[in-house]
């Protein structure tokens, strides 16, 4: 069983930043944020795998989001940057036995996510 607690969430106006934490009790060979706004479907936003490659799902956060894990804190980020009212949604961190997917059906855990509104 893995546990992931996200953290970091709130409210900030656009082109304000964020930094969102995810603390694991095991580190699995991928591990991702995913984000649900309402009414849509949650949607993968990146991922990072064991070797330390990265693969963004969501082509409108290239250039201002950035995944990055400390594995001697056991914590994995998304920072935030130039954030846009579209960006507004409950964000997850989910991990999974294998490579990067996309797909939030391919990952075996998830916490509980952590609220981010942007206003204009």
């Known amino acids: 069983q893995v546990q992931l607690v996200e953290s970091g969430g709130g409210s900030v106006q656009a082109e304000g930043s964020l930094r969102l934490s995810c603390v694991y009790s095991?580190?699995?060979?991928?591990m991702g944020w995913f984000r649900q706004a309402p009414g849509k479907e949650r949607e993968g936003v990146v991922c990072?795998?064991?070797?330390?490659?990265?693969?963004y799902y969501a082509d409108s956060v290239k250039g201002r989001f950035t995944i990055s894990r400390d594995m001697t804190k056991n914590t994995l980020y998304l920072q935030m940057n130039s954030l846009k009212p579209e960006d507004t949604a409950m964000y997850y961190c989910a991990s999974r036995f294998l490579w990067c997917s996309g797909s939030k059906t391919q990952y075996n855990y998830w916490g509980q996510g952590t609220q981010v509104t942007v206003s204009s």
């Open positions: 990072v795998d064991y070797s330390g490659a990265t693969t």
């Open positions: 095991h580190y699995t060979k991928s």
